[in-house]
């Protein structure tokens, strides 16, 4: 079987399209993204959206103030759908297709980066993942901060007898030969019609990634723990922990 790669990635989030346009439209920010943004985030700020889809938090960072703004997204038609949508949000906005692990900014372009609902762990190898991180801190000036939510594999109860079991499986030998390491799953979402690729990190394993960069971890925090979303929210997306963590 072939390893999980780049066009698996945007073969996964072109399947579903549609329905990041449909959130993108009706759903706009979480209360926690509103929480995390107004806290970090000024409206003066140059910032850049790493994958950004059809645009769900760049169209909604605008209609809050947040004028200079550039999308990035792996997958062309996400971005082509975000295009799209301009003339709904009435605001024309830099959309582009790009690679978080090569980012085509000069270093110290950005105040704040953002990577919303768990892209980042989209990235198939832990070394692309903090190829994509070293990109983040380069773009990044000084003080400046990066927003991004990953899933939790420590946190939720309902899963801790699932990842007993992988474990088992994985030291074993039983693994999936398409994926690389203990923590990827080849799975389903509520938002993607086919499969989809995701890393599911411990809490230790992103501290570490961030620590190793030279990142500080402002705040991070389980969604759930702090903030009841709406039950529109909650169709569209699933649980997950947010990190805040800053270039000094």
């Not at 107004?38 to 003066?44: A, E, P, S, V």
Request: aromatic share 14%.
């Amino acid at each position: 079987m072939a390893k999980i790669d780049n066009d698996f990635i945007v073969d996964q989030y072109t399947s579903g399209v549609g329905n990041y346009s449909e959130a993108t439209k009706k759903v706009g920010l979480w209360a926690a993204e509103r929480y995390v943004f107004q806290k970090y985030l000024r409206t003066t700020d140059h910032i850049l959206d790493l994958g950004c889809g059809t645009g769900r938090t760049t169209y909604a960072l605008y209609q809050q103030g947040y004028k200079d703004i550039i999308g990035i997204d792996l997958t062309p038609a996400m971005i082509t759908a975000a295009q799209a949508l301009s003339t709904h949000f009435q605001a024309d906005l830099d959309f582009r297709v790009g690679n978080a692990t090569a980012l085509e900014f000069q270093a110290a372009s950005f105040d704040a980066v953002i990577f919303s609902f768990n892209g980042i762990m989209s990235i198939p190898r832990a070394e692309q993942r903090r190829k994509a991180l070293q990109e983040v801190w380069r773009v990044l000036r000084p003080g400046g901060h990066f927003v991004f939510t990953t899933h939790d594999r420590d946190k939720d109860e309902n899963y801790l007898a699932f990842w007993d079991e992988q474990r088992n499986k994985w030291d074993a030998g039983e693994r999936d030969d398409r994926i690389y390491e203990f923590g990827d799953l080849i799975t389903t979402s509520k938002n993607e019609e086919s499969n989809i690729y995701i890393h599911i990190p411990s809490r230790a394993e992103v501290w570490q990634s961030l620590a190793r960069v030279g990142f500080t971890v402002q705040e991070t925090f389980y969604r759930s723990d702090r903030f009841h979303e709406s039950e529109q929210v909650r169709q569209v997306s699933g649980e997950c922990r947010f990190w805040v963590a800053q270039k000094k």
